[in-house]
């Protein structure tokens, strides 16, 4: 019993051991693999990414119309294996280490180039 009331003491003066997330948010691993950074300026629109991407997370299509080259970057689909980031011959991207903000609306990139 007194060592049941010490800890009730305790624990009535500590502070909450959760983190209040996102006003207070944990630092990010230097190696995580939290966010698909893209340069389209760097892009050509070769379509690798888009190729080899395992969740179909990243979707090249041509308009034929106005010969230009749409792409898009789905987050709520990618499952940050990095793929692409190995294959782009362009260095066009890179793995960021801070998480995206949560959000219930699906954001989707989108990007056109020429054909
Ligand atoms: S692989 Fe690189 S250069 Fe090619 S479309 Fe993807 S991001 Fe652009
Ligand atoms: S990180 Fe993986 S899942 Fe995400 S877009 Fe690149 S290849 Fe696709």
Redesign the pocket.
Do not use: D, V
């Given at each position: 019993m007194p060592l049941m009331s010490g800890n009730l003491i305790k624990n009535l003066f500590a502070g909450p051991v959760t983190r209040p997330y996102p006003v207070a948010k944990r630092r990010s691993f230097p190696r995580a693999r939290a966010q698909l950074l893209?340069n389209p300026t760097?892009?050509?629109?070769?379509?690798?990414?888009?190729n080899i991407c395992p969740a179909n997370a990243?979707q090249?299509k041509e308009d034929r119309e106005s010969l230009r080259i749409n792409?898009t970057y789905d987050s709520f689909a990618c499952i940050y294996c990095a793929r692409?980031i190995e294959?782009?011959?362009?260095g066009?991207?890179k793995m960021g280490v801070e998480h995206l903000e949560p959000t219930d609306r699906k954001a989707v990139m989108r990007t056109a180039g020429r054909a």
């Open positions: 893209y760097g892009c050509t629109y070769c379509g690798i990414c888009a990243i090249m792409r692409c294959f782009c011959p362009n066009a991207l």
